[in-house]
């Protein structure tokens, strides 16, 4: 039994079970009432493919702007992430600087011990900022990229949030090192 009013095999038209029912009913009008059923099933029909072209473009049109409001977005984030990479430059030259500076400090002759000891810590200090520097520059570079990939709510990269009990879950210190099971 064959659910839809029109359908084709192997090129041909072929009416479906409710069409010769529909004529059944249109029997007091002869030949006439069978060639209203199939030509009411062939509008119908086509109704229904219309319909199915109408939505598949409105399907596209949507897409298309999805697809455009998407490659605006990228945009704007490869733009904001240029200026900060050019801003990032300049701090990171300014920290190396600095560290020069103080390196240079550190080794001139008759130096004091503690103004020396200042130096030297600085300068440690300075290139603990600088490898953090270029560690949140390379992961807001990495943000970004996974932004512009996968769109405003991007949050493959996003480190999962640890909760206070979440070390209490993880391995004991010292517990079972060394025992054979």
């Known amino acids: 039994m064959s659910r839809s009013l029109v359908s084709t095999v192997g090129g041909h038209l072929v009416f479906g079970d409710a069409v010769s029912r529909i004529a059944e ?24 493919i219309n319909l199915e072209k109408t939505q598949a473009a ?7 702007a999805l697809l455009e409001r998407r490659r605006q977005e990228s945009s704007e984030s490869l733009r ?5 990479l050019g801003q ?3 701090s990171a030259r300014d920290i190396r600087r600095c560290m020069v500076n103080m390196q240079a400090e550190t080794v001139k002759p008759g130096l004091e011990l503690a103004e020396r000891r200042a130096y030297i810590e600085l300068t440690q200090h300075f290139t603990t900022m600088l ?19 996968n769109g405003t709510g991007a949050t493959a ?3 999962a949030t640890r909760t ?3 070390r209490k879950a993880g391995v004991k210190r010292g517990g079972d090192r060394g025992r054979r099971r």
């Open 164 to 166: 206070p009990n979440a």
């Open 88 to 90: 990032a430059d300049l």
């Open 25 to 48: 009913s249109l029997s007091p009008l002869g030949a006439a009432g069978r060639v209203i059923a199939e030509s009411y099933a062939l509008v119908s029909e086509m109704r229904r």
């Open 58 to 64: 409105d399907a596209k049109e949507i897409t298309l």
């Open 131 to 149: 490898v953090q520097h270029h560690s949140d520059l390379t992961g807001g570079v990495a943000l970004v990229v996974d932004k512009v990939l």
């Open 80 to 84: 904001q992430m240029q200026a900060g």
């Open 157 to 159: 990269l996003v480190p």
